[in-house]
């Protein structure tokens, strides 16, 4: 069945303009420095919870005082 050459031209528009939208959405989340900041965010985060702050506080201590025995002795 033959179809009308307006409805191709229109259709062929139609996807042409859904798939400039599709690339202008992964050139916004590919976008290197969006990412970064969403690592940046993400990791201090997961630093502030009670979980992981501690006992990283915990570890910085410990490191802290034998470099301090160390240097002592």
Excluded: H, Y
Excluded at 39 to 48: F, G, P, R, Y
């Amino acid at each position: 069945m033959a179809r009308n050459p307006d409805a191709i031209e229109r259709e062929i528009e139609r996807s042409r303009t859904a798939l400039a939208g599709t690339i202008d959405q992964l050139a916004v989340r590919a976008n290197p420095q969006r990412l970064a900041d969403n690592a940046k965010t993400s990791v201090q985060a997961k630093l502030e919870e009670p979980k992981v702050k501690f006992p990283l506080i915990g570890a910085g201590a410990l490191i802290a005082a034998l470099l301090v025995r160390k240097l002592v002795r």
